[in-house]
């Protein structure tokens, strides 16, 4: 039986007296990937954020594992298992590559640390290959290789990414997405995708919300949005 690790109910957000977000309501089941599709301006990294806990609901509720989340800070909701990926993603640009890693998972003891450092650099062996090298030398696209391994490192049930490939040629973004699905699938996690390349986000997602003016107006599957043309009339009409 399909469980769910994220349910939205009537989500209604903002800022000061903008309302941004309008009786949203979603649900995302575990070990999935759920891409978030539309428009600029339709709310999508508002959405994240209030997730996350960076900006709070004026109505509604956001469940995570059946647990309401009302008033529970940030950094709270990240003990608990939610992870936040800003656009462009967060390293320390003077610290090394094998330190940025070591830094997302000081609670691990070294034996499970090592094990997960080897999962970080199976899965991205040129980070393995710069092991040493200063993080703030990386290129964009091996900045937002440790980014994401700094998130699935730490073992997160639940990941909000946000634009993870912004600034990257096509051939990094198709890269950087598909070891989004690799990490996922072989760390374990629960995924909530915004992402502008919606062709190559829809290689990975396994459901579909479309998003406009505030509001999620239809989820569906990846095969769907092509075969019935969505994208078009979500963008278009």
Known sequence: MEQSILQLEDIDAGYYRREVLHSVSMNLVENRILLLVGPNGAGKSTLLKVIAGILRQWKGKVLFEGRDLDGMSAARRAGIGISYFFQGGEIFGNLTVRENLE???????????????????????????????RAGFLSGGEKHQLALGMIFIREPKLVLLDEPSAGLSPTLVKEVLESIKKMKEQLGASVLLVEQNVKEGLK??????LMKTGEIVKE????AIIKEGLLEKLFFE
């Open 103 to 133: 830094i997302a998972i000081t609670s691990l003891n070294g034996k499970k640390f090592e094990k997960k450092m080897g999962e970080i650099f199976k899965i991205f062996p040129k980070l393995k290959l710069m092991e040493t090298r």
């Open 204 to 209: 990975i997602a396994d459901t579909v919300c």
């Open 220 to 223: 569906t599957s990846p095969e």
